[in-house]
């Protein structure tokens, strides 16, 4: 029931910027943490950026390798998630994917569980 839909992956050259956006359907809560992922081609999923809720803070986690040049945000509502990218490298090249956390409880026990979206392709040429 719960889909994340990501759009805004494209064709760009180096230097460029890509705003890519993330929208959460079929939850009436808000998720506890969402970020973006990617896979390079012959290369394992890795962590881009993300953002947890932590009472009424939100924390924020980079990869060293976009720490300057990417930023993550959410709306208020928290079901919306974005990433702008700016200067934009060819190594950034990858199937970017939306990641959410839910953090609920079932039968009294607390559970985590996770989602991801399709993933949408951003190339970085010339």
């Known amino acids: 029931q719960v889909q994340l839909v990501e759009s805004g992956g494209g064709l760009v050259q180096p230097g460029g910027s890509l705003r890519l956006s993330c929208a959460a359907s079929?939850?009436?809560?808000?998720?506890?943490?969402m970020g973006w992922y990617r896979q390079a081609p012959g290369k394992q999923r890795e962590l881009v950026a993300t953002?947890?809720?932590?009472?009424?803070?939100?924390?924020?986690n980079y990869a060293d390798s976009v720490k300057v040049r990417f930023t993550i945000s959410r709306d208020n509502g928290e079901n919306t998630v974005y990433l702008q990218m700016n200067s934009l490298k060819p190594e950034d090249t990858a199937v970017y994917y939306c990641?959410?956390?839910?953090?609920?409880?079932?039968?009294?026990?607390?559970?985590?569980?996770?989602?991801w979206g399709q993933g949408t392709q951003v190339t970085v040429s010339s």
């Open positions: 953002i947890t809720r932590g009472g009424s803070i939100n924390y924020i």
């Open positions: 990641h959410a956390l839910r953090e609920t409880v079932v039968g009294g026990i607390p559970r985590k569980f996770d989602y």
């Open positions: 079929g939850s009436i809560f808000s998720f506890n943490a």
